[in-house]
T-cell receptor, first 118, second 112 residues
Framework: DAGVIQSPRHEVTEMGQEVTLRCKPI?????LFWYRQTMMRGLELLIY????????DSGMPEDRFSAKMPNASFSTLKIQPSEPRDSAVYFC????????????????FGPGTRLTVL | GQNIDQPTEMTATEGAIVQINCTYQ??????LFWYQQHAGEAPTFLSY????GLEEKGRFSSFLSRSKGYSYLLLKELQMKDSASYLC?????????????FGAGTTVTVRA
């Protein structure tokens, strides 16, 4: 398997522009997570989906951020309008649910998108 | 919610042992994870503990004490390639909840 695929790998944009980040999870995984990582705040969960349905979006910073998962193999994270404080590395991760008390449902991370908003 | 603490930085010599501690406070507990993240790369899974005790995986071991809200990651026979950030992450005990809360990470520098 190719692993989690994210695009673009790098994005530089100007304040006020719309930014769309894309993610393709590992085939067969039913959970998809969007994270943001900065030096100041570390790795933060923004939103996650189960079977394409958003389960928890409490980490989404504000209305400028939105995420969709139209099917099992594709998700987008959109920022509109973008601001300099949105500059960060955005990771997508996926996992699958296994049964049993000791199941750990390891999350597999994509390579990330480094976003710079000028 | 979660409150996860781990040291910011640690330095050790090649061939030595380093122990990275992680303490957490949570309203419920359903597993603790350790991830390794090299600079500029994605986090990769290292270990998982849900019961008290030590889990060993080659040069890496992870320990958990649920009553103390404490875990450590032990890196033995350090190699230069072990220089990375190590993230402690906790999963809350909520039905069907698979989200993780991550600590700020411990940057380990291995010197020759």
């Amino acid at each position: 398997d190719a692993g989690v695929i994210q695009s673009p790998r790098h994005e530089v944009t100007e304040m006020g522009q719309e930014v769309t980040l894309r993610c393709k999870p590992i085939s067969g995984h039913d959970y998809l997570f969007w994270y943001r990582q900065t030096m100041m705040r570390g790795l933060e969960l923004l939103i996650y989906f189960n079977n394409n349905v958003p389960i928890d979006d409490s980490g989404m910073p504000e209305d400028r951020f939105s995420a969709k998962m139209p099917n099992a193999s594709f998700s987008t994270l959109k920022i509109q309008p973008s601001e300099p404080r949105d500059s960060a590395v955005y990771f997508c991760a996926s996992s699958f649910r296994t049964s049993g008390f000791s199941s750990y449902n390891e999350q597999f991370f994509g390579p990330g998108t480094r976003l710079t908003v000028l | 919610g979660q409150n996860i603490d781990q040291p910011t930085e640690m330095t050790a010599t090649e061939g030595a042992i380093v122990q990275i501690n992680c303490t957490y406070q949570t309203s419920g507990f359903n597993g603790l994870f350790w991830y390794q993240q090299h600079a500029g790369e994605a986090p990769t899974f290292l270990s998982y503990n849900v019961l008290d005790g030590l889990e060993e995986k080659g040069r890496f071991s992870s320990f958990l004490s649920r009553s103390k809200g404490y875990s450590y990651l032990l890196l033995k026979e350090l190699q230069m390639k072990d220089s990375a950030s190590y993230l402690c992450a906790v999963r809350e005990a909520r039905t069907n909840d698979y989200k993780l809360s991550f600590g700020a990470g411990t940057t380990v520098t291995v010197r020759a």
